[in-house]
């Protein structure tokens, strides 16, 4: 951008203040939501080996959730002021309700299954977890592209996806890894499907990302797209391939796809910090808007007065106001 | 009473002010950086060293947490071609030299619908009875959330302190019936500071006059209800496109997108069960 549109090509926005925690839990969030779905549903359908596994899963990534977002806090004391209230308009406070109850209804289920505790509250508390899984593992999405970061807000019909699609493949690799191989059926199949959903997803992504698909190929982000798609691809393909007969390749299996989920929100989260940087990405797509008569921008040159009235064009005096 | 936001006047009955705000006319202001003071000093916000930047005379960078108000210094080789330079107080101009020199005093902006505080999942950043918005500093919990949410890149965290600061339009001082610290500081009256309806009418008048003088890059900016943040508190007279003063030309609260963003976020989670039954359920093993 040259330098005549832009101030010393000092960025327009700010970059986001978050720090690593933030792409952590966005993995760890998307582990224990699908995973609490598959636990429930591996219940329905009686099996129970999977089942127990996907519980301590869920329970696992909802344990250290919000250690994740407590510890980004600038005041982590005040994490409670979270609760105090709850807003539609911030997916943040949103997502702030969701995760306390996942985590609560979670811990019930997993505890349930594997100690048989709260007998009567699980029969609640594990189909909630389930449900409450669904939306933890996207409102993510909506948390990101509710900025005003181009590389995230141009992405808000897409990227929800890409995270459903993450989660799913981390809480089928996560059961793939933990279960003993004849257990793990419905795992496998969750854990390839997810794989392959997160490989559509992220290109429908990027295809509609019009100019703003550079920042992904550039800096930190970029290298951690490709590791994210080395990891799921090749943890996918061992899964298929041997996954059904030996532990250890559906346990390295498993890694890798874990592995390249959570790259995978290393890569979305730092293009957030590239495009805020850069100022082009903020105001070529404002300008282009103007231009093609979207919207009339935030300017007028013409004034709503024909005759100016003198005393009130001249700069006001505070002790005349 | 106009220019609504969505809480207020409403959500105060008779306890509601009027709307106040500023007017940043640019035109006269002579970078003289006396808000950038002054709005420290009132305001008690730290100091902070940012050395020679080889910007102009801009050596104090953006607005952040720890300046609420920022002078800007364009430097554009582009002489004037305005007719009754005097007489219309026109400061910009250098003569001779062929060089403009724009000088604009840059604030938090007061948005009608205020990104920053739609995002705020703790309810710290607030509507107050003049319309203006505030973070409460004993709310905060520094989530970091309004940061990259403000369209104009107002807000940031205070490091050793963790929580976000920002312009109050001097909310202490309007509860007293005082002026802002910056409009009250500034020696040529390029912040002016008043109920929201006067200022634009006085607005629209200066940019008659100066587009009679022959100014045609004059143009108010934030200075209209239907703009992508419903106008603003704080507007301003510019001389050049918003983006060389370092401001977005067509900037939009993310709040109007949310449908698409919510809608985005339930249509994955339901997809994301589907795929879990079809996972669960269907296969033949
Ligand atoms: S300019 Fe930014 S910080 Fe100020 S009210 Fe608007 S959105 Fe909030
Ligand atoms: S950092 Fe503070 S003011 Fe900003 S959104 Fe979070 S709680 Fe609200």
Redesign the pocket.
């Known amino acids: 951008m040259s330098r005549s549109d832009s101030y010393y090509g000092q960025p327009v926005i700010k970059e986001p203040t978050w720090t690593w925690e933030i792409p952590m839990y966005f993995f760890t969030g998307g582990l224990a939501g699908a995973s609490a779905g598959l636990a429930w549903l591996s219940e329905l359908r009686g099996d129970d080996e999977l089942a127990r596994r996907a519980w301590a899963s869920a329970l696992g990534g909802l344990a250290i959730s919000p250690l994740f977002l407590i510890s980004d806090l600038?005041k982590p004391s005040r994490f409670f002021?979270m609760l105090r209230v709850f807003k539609v308009t911030s997916p943040?406070s949103v997502g702030s309700w969701i995760l306390s109850g996942s985590g609560l209804a979670t811990g019930v289920a997993a505890a349930n299954a594997w100690t048989g505790m709260f007998p009567r509250t699980s029969r609640v508390a594990r189909p909630a977890a389930a449900v409450l899984g669904l939306p933890l593992s996207t409102y993510t999405a909506a948390l990101l592209t509710n900025t005003a970061v181009p590389v995230w807000h141009e992405a808000r019909g897409s990227l929800a996806f890409f995270f459903a699609s993450g989660a799913a493949s981390s809480a089928g690799a996560a059961a793939v890894a933990l279960t003993p191989p004849k257990y793990a059926a419905a795992a496998r199949r969750l854990a390839i499907g997810g794989a392959v959903s997160e490989a559509v997803t992220n290109e429908v992504m990027r295809r509609g990302l019009g100019m703003h698909a550079e920042v992904y190929k550039a800096g930190p982000s970029h290298v951690f797209d490709n590791i994210s798609r080395a990891c799921v691809a090749s943890g996918a393909a061992l899964i298929a391939a041997r996954g059904r007969q030996s532990r250890a390749a559906a346990i390295a299996g498993g890694a890798l796809l874990g592995a390249g989920a959570l790259a995978a929100r290393w890569s979305v989260y730092k293009a957030g910090f590239g495009s805020a940087a850069d100022p082009k990405y903020v105001v070529a797509p404002q300008r282009e808007r103007i231009e093609r008569g979207e919207s009339r921008g935030a300017t007028r040159r013409d004034a709503k007065v024909s005759a100016p009235r003198r005393d009130l064009a001249t700069p006001a005096t505070s002790d005349g106001r | 009473m106009s220019h609504e936001t969505l809480a207020w006047p409403d959500s105060y009955g008779d306890k509601a002010k009027p709307r106040m705000g500023f007017f940043t006319d640019t035109t006269v202001c002579i970078g003289c950086k006396a808000c950038e003071v002054a709005c420290k000093e009132w305001n008690q916000v730290p100091m902070e060293i940012e050395g020679f930047s080889g910007k102009s005379y801009d050596n104090s960078g953006d607005l952040h947490a720890n300046r609420w108000r920022h002078v800007k210094f364009i430097e554009e080789a582009r002489p004037q071609n305005v007719l009754h330079v005097d007489s219309e107080g026109l400061a910009t101009y250098q003569e001779g030299d062929g060089l403009r020199w724009l000088m604009a005093s840059d604030v938090c902006k007061h948005c009608t619908d205020a990104a920053?505080l739609d995002?705020?999942?703790?309810?710290?950043?607030f509507r107050t009875e003049f319309g203006t918005v505030v973070?409460q500093e004993d709310?905060?919990?520094?989530?970091?959330?309004?940061?990259p949410?403000c369209p104009f890149g107002v807000?940031s965290?205070r490091e050793d302190d963790g929580?976000?600061w920002k312009c109050t339009l001097c909310y202490d001082r309007l509860k007293d019936d005082k002026e802002p610290a910056c409009a009250q500081a500034c020696p040529t009256n390029s912040i002016q500071y008043g109920q929201l309806d006067d200022l634009r009418e006085r607005a629209e008048h200066r940019l008659a006059r100066m587009r009679a003088a022959g100014q045609d890059e004059a143009r108010l900016y934030l200075a209209d209800d239907d703009d992508g943040v419903g106008g603003a508190g704080a507007f301003f007279l510019l001389l050049d496109e918003p983006e060389v003063y370092g401001l977005p030309p067509d900037p939009v609260d993310a709040r109007r997108d949310l449908p698409k963003v919510w809608t985005a976020a339930a249509a994955a989670a339901v997809t994301l069960g589907a795929g879990l039954v079809a996972a669960v359920f269907g296969g033949r093993e």
């Open positions: 600038g002021n943040m | 920053c995002v705020c999942p703790t309810g710290a950043l973070v709310v905060c919990n520094g989530c970091g959330y309004c940061v949410a807000l965290k929580r976000v």
